[in-house]
C-alpha cells in the first residue's frame, strides 16, 4: 500500500482543541498512517496496513476515524472511479486533484479559471451557495 508504520505507541484520551475530536490511541494511529503517504488510500488498506504494521484496530473504527478526520478538514476524501472513498491529508485550503488510476499518485491542483466558471454557472441557472469537488482521474507518466 506504500504506508511504512511502526506500531503507534501513544494513549490519549483527552479533546483535541481545534475539531472537538476525542485523541485516543486509534486516531492517533490513523492519523500517523495518514501522514506518512501522499497517496489516497481506501479505509480498507489503511486497516491493513495498521494491522501488519501490529497495531489491532478495528475496521469500523478506521472507517468511523477516517469519516469524521475528514468532515473535521483534516484530511481530504475522494470518491474513486469505482465508487469507494479514499483519503489523505492534502494541504489547507480550496484545492483540487488530479490521480493516477494505476499507482494512486495524486497532485494538488488549482485551476485557475474553474472556480469562476463554475460560479458563472451557478448563477445563470438561478443556483446560489454552491460546493463542488473536482477530482480528474488518468495516467501519471510512470504508468503510461
Same mark, same amino acid.
Given at each position: 500500500?506504500?504506508?511504512?508504520?511502526?506500531?503507534?505507541?501513544?494513549?490519549? *484520551?483527552? !479533546?483535541?482543541?481545534?475539531?472537538?475530536?476525542?485523541?485516543?490511541?486509534? @486516531?492517533?494511529?490513523? +492519523?500517523? /498512517?495518514?501522514? #506518512?503517504?501522499?497517496?489516497?488510500?481506501?479505509?480498507?488498506?489503511?486497516?491493513?496496513?495498521?494491522?501488519?504494521?501490529?497495531?489491532?484496530?478495528?475496521?469500523?473504527?478506521?472507517?468511523? *476515524?477516517? !469519516?469524521?478526520?475528514?468532515?473535521?478538514?483534516?484530511?481530504?476524501?475522494? @470518491?474513486?472511479?469505482? +465508487?469507494? /472513498?479514499?483519503? #489523505?491529508?492534502?494541504?489547507?485550503?480550496?484545492?483540487?486533484?488530479?490521480?493516477?488510476?494505476?499507482?494512486?499518485?495524486?497532485?494538488?491542483?488549482?485551476?485557475?479559471?474553474?472556480?469562476?466558471?463554475?460560479?458563472?454557472?451557478?448563477?445563470?441557472?438561478?443556483?446560489?451557495?454552491?460546493?463542488?469537488?473536482?477530482?480528474?482521474?488518468?495516467?501519471?507518466?510512470?504508468?503510461?
Amino acid at each position: 500500500m506504500g504506508i511504512d508504520m511502526p506500531p503507534t505507541e501513544i494513549t490519549m *484520551t483527552s !479533546t483535541d482543541t481545534n475539531t472537538g475530536l476525542r485523541r485516543t490511541r486509534q @486516531r492517533a494511529a490513523v +492519523g500517523a /498512517a495518514m501522514g #506518512r503517504s501522499s497517496e489516497f488510500h481506501t479505509a480498507q488498506e489503511v486497516h491493513a496496513a495498521l494491522r501488519d504494521s501490529g497495531d489491532s484496530i478495528g475496521l469500523a473504527t478506521v472507517y468511523r *476515524t477516517l !469519516t469524521q478526520m475528514a468532515e473535521a478538514g483534516e484530511i481530504d476524501c475522494i @470518491r474513486t472511479p469505482d +465508487g469507494q /472513498a479514499a483519503y #489523505r491529508r492534502c494541504s489547507s485550503g480550496h484545492h483540487h486533484h488530479l490521480i493516477c488510476r494505476g499507482c494512486g499518485r495524486a497532485v494538488e491542483i488549482s485551476p485557475p479559471s474553474f472556480e469562476a466558471w463554475a460560479n458563472q454557472i451557478a448563477t445563470e441557472n438561478g443556483f446560489t451557495q454552491i460546493d463542488h469537488e473536482l477530482e480528474l482521474f488518468g495516467r501519471c507518466a510512470a504508468c503510461s
